[in-house]
């Protein structure tokens, strides 16, 4: 070697052999050339801006439609005759759905009020097939007797 200390900065600057007819990589500037200044710091934003809605108000959303959807059951049983179907309103899921909604800026409480939608709206399914059996019941024996 000729006895100068190298950096790894020279290898990429100057090319990779130290001889005078070293190919340099392109857009490199002669050896007599100054370089301009390098910033020392790269610029890194502070905080990257959300592309997105917040976490979890999809299922957020969809529990509660699934909630609202669940008073089809009641509106059939009234526009049948049977207003106790009314006792079976999904007023809980309905309610835990609106409030996983206004929480959506804290996840915990988000997933908390979600899961207790989904035990609502999943009680009420279970609910509403011990009612329907007995109404099927009752309207198969009306209509053996009304024949």
Known sequence: MDGTRRSPRDFWEK?????AGAPRPLGSMPSGTPRPARPTELAV??????TGP??????????LVVSVLTL?????GV???????LLVTNVPGIGFGIAALTKIPDEAAVERFLRYTWACNFAYLVLSVVFLVPVMVLVLMMAMVGF
């Not at 089809?72 to 059939?76: D, G, H, K, T, Y």
């Open 45 to 50: 934003p502070a905080e990257p801006r959300p």
């Open 72 to 76: 089809a059951v009641p509106i059939l």
């Open 54 to 63: 917040p976490p979890r108000v999809g299922g957020a959303v969809a529990a």
């Open 79 to 85: 526009s049948l005759g049977f207003w106790f179907f």
């Open 15 to 19: 090319g990779r052999g130290g001889g």
